[in-house]
């Protein structure tokens, strides 16, 4: 099993960025996978979700509006597309994957597989 984060960067303030993460080695259209990021300081938490064949998107109150997920199954990939960045925005972005069905963001303890971080850096 095998999940890679990538499209992290360096940007300012009100860009866009879109995040990317490849998987490999489960049937992935029956996961759902989700986002989470962890800044500086602070504890993982949950960005965004999106349930196996796209069946439900769920976001933090902290990205709603901003942020959109979605998949592509036939790829093994699901985006994170950020706009308006903020400098609170500002982590490591992780995906993880479940084979759960979701009604909201899960927490980092939900998820089984996880990738390598890529890092989004905002600044003001």
């Known amino acids: 099993v095998q999940l890679q984060a990538s499209g992290g960067g360096l940007v300012q303030a009100g860009a866009s960025l879109r995040l990317s993460c490849a998987a490999s080695?489960?049937?992935?259209?029956?996961?759902?996978i989700g986002w989470f990021r962890r800044a500086p300081g602070k504890e993982r938490e949950g960005v965004s979700c999106?349930?196996?064949?796209?069946?439900?998107?769920y976001y933090a109150d902290s990205v709603k509006g901003r942020f959109t997920i979605s998949r592509d199954d036939a790829k093994n990939t699901v985006y994170l597309q950020m706009n308006n960045l903020e400098p609170e925005d500002t982590a490591v972005y992780y995906c993880?994957?479940?084979?759960?069905?979701?009604?909201?963001?899960?927490?980092?303890?939900?998820?089984?597989?996880w990738g390598k971080g890529t890092k989004v850096t905002v600044s003001s």
């Open positions: 080695g489960f049937n992935f259209y029956d996961y759902a």
């Open positions: 999106i349930n196996g064949h796209a069946d439900g998107t």
């Open positions: 993880a994957a479940a084979r759960q069905y979701y009604y909201w963001v899960p927490t980092p303890q939900d998820m089984t597989y």
